[in-house]
């Protein structure tokens, strides 16, 4: 091999190493733009197109999930496990919502017999605390 096509692959996976850390390290489910300003702390020259390269890479081998509501940006969860999240309508913002996998909801999907079903998603929608909190601080 030669020396520049392993110093690009060594550059390659390093991006990929510090995206997945990011993930990892919020439970915030940022957007690629966030994850992009996020990685530019650590590679000043990273491109968002990089950044979405790598994400796919990443979903691919199942190392992080992505969460998409219908719209238009996607949030990223470093937390491949399955999960429930709570959306806030107001600020946008993406929470794990700590309760557990509710199992004979899947198993009545699996009664409907529809296909081989093998997982569920589910999630929850109002404001969040913070966004609750702003509002009554502005109405006082
Ligand atoms: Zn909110
Ligand atoms: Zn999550």
Do not use: W
């Not at 081998?61 to 996607?74: A, P, T, W």
């Not at 929850?124 to 006082?140: R, T, V």
């Amino acid at each position: 091999m030669s020396k520049s096509k392993s110093n690009k692959c060594q550059r390659m996976t390093l991006q990929r190493r510090i995206i997945q850390e990011i993930l990892h390290n919020t439970t915030s489910h940022p957007t690629a733009e966030n994850i992009y300003l996020e990685a530019r702390k650590k590679l000043p020259y990273i491109s968002l197109g990089t950044v979405y390269r790598n994400l796919k890479v990443l979903l691919q081998d199942n190392k992080i999930q992505e969460l998409n509501y219908g719209k238009g940006v996607s949030h990223f969860d470093g937390n491949y496990f399955p999960h429930y999240h709570f959306v806030c309508q107001a600020c946008g913002r993406v929470y794990d919502i700590d309760i557990t996998m509710q199992q004979g909801l899947l198993e009545s999907a699996k009664a409907a017999a529809m296909g081989e079903i093998t997982s569920h998603r589910l999630e929850f929608y109002g404001i969040c605390n913070a966004c609750l909190m702003e509002k009554q601080s502005q109405a006082n």
